[in-house]
């Protein structure tokens, strides 16, 4: 089983581009790269602050010179699409199939393998994207993450107003830290057999299934405040999230994702098996990061 915390001299001679590399679960996917001693290369849609031993390629996904460019020299691409729609996706694979890379996608637990459509666009992308890869020969480690809880990040602002989260209310998930994420991520990137892993997809969730109530109840533990989660009805979600200056398109597929998309009851052990150690719970992700609520 793949180990992230063993010694880094083993993967000196790895070359990772990480996509989506500005994000919450692309950040942690590149320090725990670097403290591998992996070669790092970024792909950014703009520049930010330089890391050290971290090279950057600005430009945009969907642009296959820019894409043809951030890939040479690479051994494996962290992938994260970006985008509610696959068919930009086409160019993408047509230069990851040139250059031959080891390919790691995070997909989304929400996929119904039996379904013919998905419950929504969000899953709907992800469902298509693995087709994508497959079909094309890539032979992709697919890692299905559930929801991540670096999206409570998103309830900040609110509660540095005062102690009500209001919003879409979503259906129970198991909540996963990014930070496991990042690590079975990892995990699997610098396997030197990663089509010798055994599971494929792996379904990445935290240890409990949760409601957004629950999570709020949590943070407000390791806040030591009384919090609650005052669900918005659909109107009224839509006009916040446009007045925060969400695109169209999005705000659409996150209501639609809050009234359709399925309870998911389902906990797995697929953390463990790439990392070595039970996946942590959503108060202690709270905890460690309640400095950022304060």
Known sequence: MPDTNRSTGTHH?????????????????????????????????????????????VGDLTDPTVVRAALVGIDAVFLIWPLLDSAPAHKVVAELIAAAPRVVYVSSTAIDDEAAHQSDPIVQVHADMETLLRDAGLRPVVLRSDTLASNARGWAAQLRAGDVVAGSDVARTAVVDERDVADAAVAVLLAP??????????????????????????????????????????????????????????????????????????????????????????????????????
Not at 17 to 27: D, I, M
Not at 215 to 242: E, K, N, T
């Open 193 to 294: 057999h990663h089509d010798q892993l055994g599971l494929n997809p792996y379904v990445l969730t935290g240890p409990e299934v949760l409601s957004r109530a629950d999570q709020v109840a949590r943070l407000g533990a390791a806040l030591q405040r009384r919090l609650s989660f005052q669900p918005l009805p659909a109107d009224l979600a839509r006009s916040r999230m446009r007045a925060d200056g969400r695109p169209e398109r999005l705000v659409e597929a996150l209501l639609a994702a809050s009234v359709r998309r399925p309870e998911s009851t389902r906990t797995t052990d697929h953390v463990e098996r790439l990392t070595g150690r039970p996946a942590g719970t959503f108060a202690r992700w709270a905890v460690d990061h309640a400095a950022e609520f304060s």
């Open 13 to 57: 001679s790895a070359s990772i581009l990480v996509t989506g590399a500005a994000g919450n679960l692309g950040r942690e996917v590149v320090d725990r790269l670097q403290a591998h001693g992996a070669r790092v290369r970024c792909l950014v849609r703009r520049q930010t602050g330089p890391r050290s031993a971290v090279e950057s390629v």
